[in-house]
Each structure stands twice: as structure tokens, then as C-alpha cells.
Nanobody
């Protein structure tokens, strides 16, 4: 059974940091490009960062460039999102997504809440 479980969300003050984790099970991470999305209340879900399945090629939304870093540990079947210099506008539910490089099939995690507030 394919499963993605996010963790690491929480409440943090502006300027603070959080590290999100996405643990995958039921499939091999090396066959999937991995992404982090977020959805704020009343807004559409948006792509935050993406990392290719076998390489270190990454892409970021302009709003998080220089502050967020996506990484993956294929041996641990886990993807990370290091978030620094957090802003109130980063407040959202953050979702992990796995996309099969060959079929395009995508799987989503259940999301983890990140709240940036003083």
C-alpha cells in the first residue's frame, strides 16, 4: 500500500525554522520525483519545491527561493523540506507528493500544518 506521511509541522515565530519530513512506504522512492505543495486557507494548492528522482536537480517557487531547501534520502525513503526565515505568509498546510517518472501517477500525503505567527 502506497503511503506518504508528513511530519514536522507546527507553530513557529516569524524568522524561525522548521524541517518537514515525508516518509514513503509501499514503493521505491527512486522511481518518483518528489514535491512539496502548500495550501493556505481560501487559496489554491501551490507547488513549493520539487526534486528529481535520481539527481539533485531542484526547483523552487519564487516566494521561497533562498529560504527553503528540498532534499531526499533514497536509502531512508524520505524527503525533507528545510524552511528558514519563515514568514506569516508561509502559513499553510504542506503536502508531500510523489510522481512516478514513467507513468505520471501521483500520490499525496495527508498534509501537515505550518503556522508562522508571533
Amino acid at each position: 500500500q502506497v503511503q506518504l506521511v508528513e511530519s514536522g509541522g507546527g507553530l513557529v515565530q516569524p524568522g524561525g525554522s522548521l524541517r518537514l519530513s515525508c516518509a514513503a512506504s509501499g514503493f521505491t522512492l527512486t522511481s518518483y520525483d518528489m514535491s512539496w505543495y502548500r495550501q493556505a486557507p481560501g487559496k489554491e494548492r501551490e507547488l513549493v519545491a520539487r526534486i528529481a528522482r535520481l539527481s539533485s536537480i531542484t526547483n523552487y517557487a519564487d516566494s521561497v527561493k533562498g529560504r527553503f531547501t528540498i532534499s531526499r534520502d533514497n536509502a531512508k525513503n524520505t524527503v525533507y523540506l528545510q524552511m528558514n526565515s519563515l514568514k506569516p505568509e508561509d502559513t499553510a498546510v504542506y503536502y508531500c507528493k510523489a510522481t512516478n517518472w514513467y507513468t505520471g501517477t501521483g500520490y499525496w500525503g495527508q498534509g501537515t500544518q505550518v503556522t508562522v505567527s508571533s
